[in-house]
């Protein structure tokens, strides 16, 4: 027999890990469970079985939660937030570093329950989900400790809903709870019906860690439970991880309420492979990307793109090592691939590939399927059209998609040939190719020459219908933090009522136009505004935007999306240029805002415009990410990009540093702006126009529209173009926005009902340069 034949017929004997202790566990606990509320178990109620999917065995009886448990929970996280908040960081980290200590010394017993309940392989349960629980509770215990010294400005939230689905049940668990306590929140968190245990096991290590009762409470029960929550409205904020289609039935809900949110939806990421790649390397990547976890994960790599020179060679090379792959009981540490979560994900895979995969060609792999439980073999189908279902939608199981491109060029327009944007990995060993490649690629995160690595150092999120928000590393604390800023209610403005006089003063007829694409445009409804002073004079007319317009200025916008590739240094001189051409035209311009409204803040509001203008180009070159260290062979560099196309409707009260309060942030950060000006005082925004066209500021980057704050808001919330909507309108248009944003999630930033001092510095920095950026984590190999 030679080494070829012992290596191909050699057999793995089973090295099953034992269940004892976890199902010993289930038994000491009557297997059956209540809810966790208050530092203590309510009665068990009418519930639902916790099934073992390798088996089909009941493992535990799970109760439903009923509107009273969800408001018992509620009342205990408001009650007990008010004691946690006033501890010091270091008080809270130590309990966090207690609770990081307890999921060490429990490691075995929750990897082997989470295996036992999810089906995932003991080895990535074992090895990665529980490791990584602990070091986002020590990762974070150091934000807890930090807080007060680096956050000064920074204040929690208060309680938060949280809703976690079911692929890594614990893990999600870890990435909500950890930043959100840290922070001083509390919360209230709801795992996903197939797969609670483990966050009832964590549960009672809360309660041996000595953490005060209600800061934690978890109760388990459907989706009705997380709508239950989600329309809570003593919640502060709700954070979800799960589909993006409950992700946007999530931001309806809670549109308007002044809840704040944060999603963590689906994705179809690309793993794209160059001809130069270390292919051996890229294959066992690959085999990370869609066959962890059975593929049941959100940023899993489903989508090949393969150069085509090397398709043959790596598509044969994929399948070898595809049927290699072992399938069966999730205990064995010998197994590659484990049980899919439940029957109805099983079905719903299989289905998905049975009605959509006959289009191309579906290659399954041979490995042995165990005679019973939920399992799937890994599946490649090639030669699917770009456009097809399953190039473009999320399966969530161990199907793989591949197609091939020829030049990066096609590959980056492949990539991002998506509603998504979550995740993406490169495979090259040309440096420059994939470090050309990672800023082009709409995702969250990039990982090159490696994939699917997460820690908590390093934020982990999505951009467009991946949802918003990041978790983990600095950028994650922003999602249970708000600012400090004082907020007083929101008055509406009206304009003053139309006089007598038909004509201005001195006889000149002033109509503006609207500012698109650079250019003075008519608006295509052809109706005007007149602006009238307090005393009834006539100031001048203004075009009323409409729909098109809005259109236009928002394709207009698009075409300049080069300014988001500019440099910070650029963009930092047009903004002073700006400065200096309004400074040389200040008193005018102050003389149109006493005009105007009536007041004499006309030079004030100018000087504060040409301030605020000033610190914009002061941050374009110095808002700069960061470089996260991540225990692997690499770092993860959190780049600040910008978010795209801004909508915003401006404040009326301070109709110039309103409209720069808006545009000068969106501009430094690289994105193109649709402005809306002041409704009641306008004028000073269409004098403005003069000043950009004098300011080098390249046609598109900055588009102003005049009129009516509610038409227009629907208009650009609607648009799928626009990718964030700010108001800061004195009509509180937050729940319309909120609820119309859900069309392609964009990212909102509404006033609830409360205006700011645009005068005091809450009229500026660091809040507006999150805003007006997404980061975006690259993870690159570096050092041992
Ligand atoms: P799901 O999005 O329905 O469930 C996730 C969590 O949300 C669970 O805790 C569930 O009880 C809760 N939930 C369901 N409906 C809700 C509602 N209306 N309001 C509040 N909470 C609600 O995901 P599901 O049904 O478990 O899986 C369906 C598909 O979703 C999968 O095939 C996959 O494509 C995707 N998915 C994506 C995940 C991700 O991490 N991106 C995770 C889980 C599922």
């Known amino acids: 027999m030679s080494i070829q034949d012992i290596f191909e017929s050699m057999d793995y004997g089973p090295a099953p890990e034992a269940a004892g202790e976890a199902l010993a566990w289930l038994v000491d606990r009557g297997d059956t469970f209540g809810h966790f509320i208050n530092g203590s178990w309510t009665a068990p109620g009418k519930g639902f079985e916790s099934r073992n999917p390798a088996t089909g065995e009941t493992l535990a009886m799970l109760s439903q939660a009923s509107a009273d448990d969800v408001d018992a929970a509620v009342s205990a996280a408001r009650k007990a937030q008010r004691k946690w908040t006033r501890l010091s960081g270091h008080e809270r980290a130590r309990y966090l570093y207690a609770i990081a200590r307890l999921v060490q010394k429990y490691s075995r017993l929750f990897a082997v329950l989470e295996t036992l309940d999810n089906g995932k392989p003991i080895r990535e ?274 199907v793989l998609v591949g197609t091939t491109f020829r030049t990066p060029k096609e590959a980056v327009e492949l990539a991002n040939n998506t509603r998504y944007g979550l995740a993406a990995t490169v495979w090259t060993e040309n440096i420059n190719l994939a470090l050309d490649i990672a800023p082009k690629l709409a995702a969250g995160v990039v990982w090159v020459n490696a994939t699917n690595l997460f820690d908590a150092a390093a934020g982990f999120g999505g951009v467009r219908e991946s949802g918003f928000g990041r978790e983990g590393g600095w950028e994650g604390l922003t999602a249970y933090t708000r600012p400090k800023t004082k907020t007083k209610t929101l008055a509406p403005i009206s304009p003053f009522a139309e006089g007598k006089d038909l004509a201005p003063s001195d006889g000149l007829d002033r109509t503006a136009k609207l500012f698109i694409g650079g250019k003075q445009a008519r608006p295509d409804g052809g109706y005007m505004q007149a602006i009238w002073t307090r005393q009834g004079g006539l100031l001048g007319h203004v075009g009323i935007a409409n729909r098109k317009d809005v259109r236009n200025a928002v394709e207009a916008a698009h075409k300049a999306s080069g300014w988001g590739k500019t440099t910070g240094h650029l963009r930092a001189q047009i903004l002073y240029y700006i400065a200096e051409n309004l400074s040389a035209r200040a008193k005018e311009f102050a003389d149109r805002i006493d005009a105007m409204t009536g007041k004499r803040s006309g030079n004030k509001e100018v000087e504060a415009s040409i301030s605020r203008l000033f610190t914009y180009a002061a941050w374009a070159d110095k808002y700069d990410g960061q470089v996260h260290g991540v225990p692997i062979r690499g770092v993860a560099l959190a780049m600040h990009e910008p978010v795209g196309v801004i909508g915003a409707l401006c404040a009326d009260e301070t109709p110039l540093l309103g409209l720069i309060s808006a545009m000068a942030p969106a501009m430094a950060m690289g994105n193109t702006s649709v402005l809306v000006a002041s409704q009641p005082f306008p004028l000073a925004s269409t004098d403005f126009y003069q000043v950009l066209e004098t300011s080098d500021v390249p046609d598109g980057v900055v588009s102003i529209l005049t009129g009516d704050h509610v038409e227009l808001s629907k208009t650009l919330s609607d648009h799928l173009d626009v990718d964030a909507v700010w108001s800061f309108s004195s009509t509180d248009l937050s729940a319309d926005i909120e609820k119309r944003s859900a069309g392609n999630l964009k990212r909102t930033w509404v006033n609830n009902g409360q205006a700011r001092d645009w005068f005091s510095t809450d009229g500026e920095g660091r809040e507006f340069l999150r805003q007006a950026t997404d980061v975006k984590n690259v993870w690159i190999p570096y050092g041992e």
Request: proline fraction near 5%; charged fraction near 20%.
């Open 125 to 398: 349960s074992r090895d990665i989900d529980i490791p990584l629980v602990a070091r986002h509770f020590y990762y974070h215990a150091g934000m807890a400790q930090l807080m007060e010294a680096e956050l000064p400005d920074a204040e929690p939230l208060g309680v938060c809903g949280q809703i976690i689905p079911w692929n890594f049940p614990l893990l999600m668990l870890s990435w909500k709870i950890a930043p959100a306590i840290a922070m001083g929140n509390t919360v209230v968190l709801k795992p996903a019906e197939y797969t609670s245990l483990t966050a009832l096991l964590f549960a009672e290590i809360c309660q041996e860690a000595g953490l005060p009762k209600g800061v934690v409470n978890v109760v388990t029960g459907d989706g009705a439970v997380g709508e239950m929550i989600v329309n809570h409205p003593d919640i502060d904020k709700i954070a979800f991880t799960g589909s993006t289609s409950v992700g946007r039935k999530i931001r309806e809900a809670t549109a308007g309420s002044g809840k704040a949110l944060t999603l963590e939806l689906g994705g179809k990421s690309p793993y794209i492979v160059f001809d130069d790649a270390d292919i051996d390397s890229a294959i066992e990547g690959l085999v990370d990307a869609i066959w962890f976890n059975q593929g049941q994960v959100c940023c899993a790599g489903s989508r090949l793109l393969v150069q085509e020179g090397i398709a043959d060679r790596f598509y044969a090379k994929l399948k070898t090592r595809m049927d290699g792959l072992r399938i069966g009981d999730p205990l064995d540490k010998c197994i590659d691939i484990g049980a899919i979560v439940d029957p109805i994900q099983l079905e719903t895979i299989t289905r998905l590939v049975d009605e959509h995969g006959g289009e191309g060609e579906v290659y399954h792999a041979n490995s042995a399927l165990p005679e019973t439980g939920c399992f799937y073999r890994p599946t490649l189908i090639t030669g699917l059209h770009t456009s097809a279902w399953l190039m473009q939608e999320e399966i969530f199981g161990p």
